[in-house]
């Protein structure tokens, strides 16, 4: 999260174009192209968190902490968090986490949705991230073309009713179908052998 102390010594006009600048930051994370993994081995609080929500899978160590805990500091997360947590675990229940300033660890976080995997600490302190780099090993031999459009057709399907999602999804498969990869991949599983995929 924010530097408290430093935002202590900002002046108003200051904190509204940080906040502005963080949010900015976080929505292109949010907007990249590729999938993307937040590993949460030790706190995330506040700004922290709205960074994780814009990945799109989280994974902490069960010791991990989290939490948007701005309403204590009488503001709000101004960087996406009201709006992303909301869709991640329910509306209730974001409302009660931010109203109340909780503090989760993994155990929880997982148990509500907020993360996909929780893993025991190990004694380098970096359990979550290699879980991430298991994760992202599982990721990497798939279509890039594919990972790209299904990770669009997701977003954007999520944010209209189901017909619109699912022409959303008709056009995204369709910029599938002449690309190079996707015959590459029939050829392969034809021949019995791992893919060669370029992203073309």
Request: hydrophobic share 45%; glycine share 8%; proline share 4%.
């Amino acid at each position: 999260g924010a530097d408290l102390k430093e935002r202590a010594k900002m002046h108003s006009s200051e904190v509204s174009s940080f906040v502005s600048r963080a949010r900015a930051t976080i929505n292109e994370l949010a907007n990249l192209p590729v999938p993307t993994i937040a590993a949460i081995d030790g706190t995330a609080l506040g700004g922290g968190l709205e960074l994780a929500l814009a990945c799109d899978i989280r994974v902490a160590a069960s010791s991990a902490k989290m939490g948007l805990v701005e309403t204590k500091l009488a503001i709000i997360p101004g960087a996406g968090g009201t709006q992303r947590l909301p869709r991640t675990i329910g509306v209730s229940l974001a409302k009660e986490l931010i109203f109340s300033a909780r503090v989760v660890d993994g155990e929880e976080a997982k148990s509500i949705g907020l993360i996909s995997h929780v893993v025991e600490q190990n004694e380098a302190g970096d359990a979550a991230y290699k879980r991430a780099l298991a994760l992202a090993r599982e990721f990497l031999p798939q279509g890039p073309v594919a990972m790209r459009v299904a990770k669009l057709a997701i977003n954007q399907g999520m944010e209209v009713d189901l017909v619109t999602g699912l022409a959303i999804e008709e056009a995204c498969y369709a910029q599938t179908i002449p690309t190079k990869d996707r015959i590459e991949g029939l050829l392969a599983f034809k021949e019995k052998r791992p893919p060669r995929y370029k992203g073309e």
